[in-house]
């Protein structure tokens, strides 16, 4: 998240599987689909980057699930490219799957309730 938030996607993808999928629900971004690989992954990321003269993500929570699947809290920080202005989201998820240390699959979520659905769990009533 360090590295994406910085611009260095080069370092940000190096612990990605180079057929990652990446995936983005409906509800999460105008973007949203499915992008399969680095080259996909990086794709989706730029067009944030292309759009802010800063963008962060900083996290908010982490929570491994029972089946070792991470669920991290984030929200995002920046300023648009050309107002300068000052743009803040609401927290959104992000659920990565990781094996032989290198991540196989994530999903971007516009609530913690979504993430936890589409993982095969119940959210907390």
Known sequence: MAAFS???LDAAIERFHPDVVWEVE???????????????VRE???TWHDHF??????????????????????HAEGT???SGA??????FSQLFE???GLV???????SRSSALRAAGQAPPA
Request: net charge negative; proline share 3%; aromatic share 8%.
């Open 98 to 100: 990781v094996r032989d």
């Open 104 to 110: 196989v699959r994530v999903g971007l979520y516009a």
């Open 86 to 91: 000052p743009v803040a989201s609401g927290t």
């Open 6 to 8: 910085r611009n260095d």
């Open 26 to 40: 409906a509800e999460m971004s105008p973007e949203a689909g499915t992008y399969r690989g680095r080259d996909g």
């Open 44 to 46: 989706f990321w730029q």
């Open 80 to 82: 648009g490219m050309g």
């Open 53 to 74: 003269a800063r963008f962060e993500l900083v996290v908010e929570d982490e929570t491994e699930l029972d089946d070792g699947r991470l669920l991290i809290g984030v």
